[in-house]
């Protein structure tokens, strides 16, 4: 599994003009799932979202992580992030999990946050979804599983 994380202040996420899911202080992840991933998958990234340090101790330094600063958890689908994009102009989708298998790990990993995190707060998995946030860094990173 693949994520696309940034620190933020606020983060907010729109279906058409109904706000789906929103945080304050946190991290909003946008998160693609691959062919070959997983539950574990699933479950590493979790660990990752939840313990990556990327938020400033009283000294400055990226030294605490989500639950340290009592943040919140904002979770987007995102296949593009699954795409080939190594050759040509166009992105390819062969890399990419099945829709089925996309959305069911993509559902695993909210209800398993749900359990560790609070609070979480999601988009809409296959929606054409809006996504406007404030990065506060800015902070921004990869993770893959």
Known sequence: MIALIQRVSRAEVRIDERVVGSIEHGI???VGVTR???AADAERLLQRLLG???FA???GRMNLDLRAVKGALLLVPQFTLAADTAQGMRP???TAAAPEE????FAYLVQRAARAHE????GEFGAHMQLSLINDG????????
């Open 28 to 30: 909003a992840a946008l």
């Open 36 to 38: 070959t991933d997983q």
């Open 52 to 54: 990556y340090r990327i």
């Open 57 to 59: 101790d009283a000294s």
């Open 92 to 94: 390819g989708f062969s």
């Open 102 to 105: 996309a959305r069911r790990l």
């Open 119 to 122: 609070p979480v707060a999601t």
């Open 138 to 145: 800015p902070v921004t990173f990869w993770l893959e599983t």
